[in-house]
């Protein structure tokens, strides 16, 4: 079974600070996705990436950056957290080649930013 | 540009009876439609998807049906249970740039089964 990995359910953060939140998966996937998802809006995609040290941004990329070191991490960090960032975070990985457009998800971080 | 659209938003069915959530899709050269369920405090999770090539795909009581010609995608499920109850998501992949490997998620629709 894939397996992907949220270092945290449930954050906490206030203003101003820097935020971390890692994924970790167990797959060798080569695609690596973080999302946002708020009510009757879905799953909105932030970043993703589909290399080691590769990246692109998503349709909602303000106010977020990442960084992907090894393959089977991929870190959202907020530089400075604001309210408007407190949301369920949701990572994601998929294979390469045929199978890329199936996503794997993490059980999702809830982060509230006070 | 990219865009998913999802109706209806929530969905209230009796159980025993069928469900159906309907997308569309602006890029006519989308070619892989998957539906996600997310079921409450869940992740989500694959339950079927469909290729341009085919019309229809079907398992047990679920199935997808695809329109190229009309740019939409529908998911059928029959002899709803309380088990159906969730958030179902539709998507498609943009052909913009084939080797992002990105998906484009719709809305959501909330479906509710009722004893």
């Known amino acids: 079974d894939v397996k992907v990995t949220q270092s945290s359910r449930y954050l906490v953060k206030r203003t101003g600070e820097k935020v971390f939140l890692e994924c970790v998966q167990d797959m060798d996937h080569e695609n690596m996705f973080w999302y946002r998802q708020d009510p009757g809006l879905g799953l909105r995609l932030i970043y993703f990436?589909?290399?080691?040290?590769?990246?692109e941004k998503g349709d909602i990329p303000e106010g977020y950056s990442v960084s992907r070191e090894k393959k089977e991490r991929f870190s959202l960090i907020l530089e400075s957290a604001s309210t408007n960032q407190t949301s369920m975070y949701l990572c994601?990985?998929?294979?390469?080649?045929?199978?890329?457009?199936?996503?794997?998800f993490g059980a999702g971080t809830r982060l509230s930013v006070l | 540009g990219e865009n998913v659209e999802q109706h209806p938003s929530t969905l209230s069915v009796q159980e025993g009876d069928s469900a159906v959530i309907k997308c569309t899709y602006s890029d006519s050269a989308s070619n892989y439609f998957p539906w996600y369920k997310q079921e409450l405090g869940k992740r989500p999770q694959l339950i079927i998807d469909?290729?341009?090539?085919?019309g229809e795909k079907k398992d047990q009581r679920i199935a997808v049906t695809l329109n190229k010609t009309a740019k939409h995608f529908s998911l059928h499920i029959t002899e709803t249970q309380p088990e159906d109850s969730a958030v179902y998501f539709c998507a498609a992949p943009p052909n913009r740039d084939s080797s992002a490997s990105k998906i484009i998620f719709g809305s959501g629709t909330r479906l509710s089964i009722r004893p």
């Open positions: 994601a990985s998929s294979q390469g080649g045929e199978a890329k457009n199936i996503q794997y």
């Open positions: 990436s589909y290399d080691v040290k590769m990246k």
């Open positions: 469909i290729r341009s090539n085919v």
